[in-house]
């Protein structure tokens, strides 16, 4: 099936443009998350514009995701427990400005994460035939694939975070299964153009975060979870 693999470089241009990290372009502070397992603000993951073919989200729409990066180890892995956030914003709901983040009472704003915007992307083939798409999303079946499908790059960083296709599944198969399907996965590390790799946020050191959007929704609602 087709998907389309980012490539990144530090630090991103001023304004709505695809990045991980850093501030968000324009975010109405009121709309900031609060994680509900610790009550403190959540840090900004990513903002990712809608754009055809590579986000496939609707005209005029702004993805963010948020996740809890405080030590109070909430768990933001989980994409029902409230300690990560995955929503859309129409982009005419925005601001000229970069949204600083609120301050928790106690412990000031939360952590900003490394800024990585996206420079280009490139569209290839992930190996699952498309006929085989629904048993990315049943352990059962999944285990039962032959390798060169389950996993046809052996785990290498560069076919790990993308948009579309399958899921590309960490070792540990099918862990969680919000409803919906896979929209886009972001790896704990990320290749830099130019070379040099860097950390996008805590993902248990060594997982993968998935985005899933559940279309039979209007408007589509979208989950996160991380797996290892």
């Keep these: 099936m087709i998907s389309h693999y980012p490539r990144f470089r530090e630090g991103a241009a001023p304004g709505l443009v695809p990045k991980l990290g850093g501030l968000p372009w324009g975010l109405p502070v009121r709309l900031w998350p609060v994680c509900k397992e610790c009550g403190r603000p959540m840090s900004h993951l990513a903002q990712l514009p809608a754009a055809a073919p590579e986000l496939p989200l609707a005209q005029g729409e702004v993805l963010f995701l948020f996740k809890c990066e405080w030590d109070s180890v909430c768990s933001f892995w989980e994409f029902d427990a409230g300690a990560n956030a995955a929503f859309t914003v129409p982009q005419s709901q925005l601001g000229e400005l970069a949204t600083e983040p609120p301050a928790d009472a106690g412990d000031g704003p939360p952590a900003v994460l490394s800024e990585l915007g996206v420079v280009s992307w490139r ?15 049943d352990d059962a079946r999944y285990f039962e694939l032959p390798q060169d499908i389950a996993h046809p790059h052996n785990w290498a960083s560069a076919w790990r975070t993308k948009s579309g296709g399958v899921p590309y599944w960490t070792a540990n198969g099918v862990q969680q299964s919000p409803p919906g399907r896979m929209l886009l996965q972001i790896d704990n590390w990320v290749e830099l153009e130019g070379g040099g790799s860097a950390e996008v946020a805590n993902f248990c050191s060594d997982g993968t975060a998935y985005v899933f959007v559940d279309r039979s929704q209007t408007p589509p609602a979208y989950s996160m979870f991380i797996n290892r």
């Design 123 to 137: 569209t290839d083939d992930d190996g699952a035939p498309p006929e085989l798409e629904d048993a990315f999303y």
